[in-house]
């Protein structure tokens, strides 16, 4: 009988220490920080970008629907810097926006959650306006992510059948990109 309890407190032991020592040495060891080294929290910017680059934030849409306004620009083409550039909407490749309504209320940018039954119900495309762009905080050694600031003025969005929405300005302030989901 004190064999089988010895046995038994020998196998809830090194349980014990596969659940909490292995997963600690995992973490200490592939955490990869660099000593001096700092990255960008997430909880002190706007999470509502990604890539290089996307921004996005609600819009009111004519239906009262769950509708979004997405700004993405195309960084290894520009010269971005810490002044705010400014670019037309007008036919532009490497910098565009449009407004989308969705059929259900959640945020499908900038994530791996696959929504199901996610549709986009309408597309306004912008077909005039400016978007000013800077960064507003670069990609160091340690941190291959950055920060930019984007204002929209004065753009209108026209959808396949014509109907248009205005914004006279909107601004995205501190949305940290050049991260990949997933």
Known sequence: MNSYIYKMKSQFSFLRFQLIVLPA???I??????????TKSMSNYATNGCGNFIGYDVQAVPSGGNGFVIVEVKRDSLSLTNEFQSFSLANNLL???QIEELNLPYVPYCT???IQNMAVLNTWTAISGTVEIRIA????TCDERYVVDIY??????????GNQISISKKA????????LIG
């Open 112 to 114: 791996d959650v696959l």
């Open 29 to 38: 060891t592939f955490s990869s920080c660099k000593k001096g080294c700092e």
């Open 152 to 161: 929209l003025h004065n753009a209108v969005f026209e959808d396949a059948d």
């Open 172 to 179: 995205f302030l501190h949305v940290i990109v050049n991260y």
């Open 137 to 140: 905080e670069e990609k160091t």
């Open 25 to 27: 040495i995992f973490a």
């Open 95 to 97: 910098v565009g926006a």
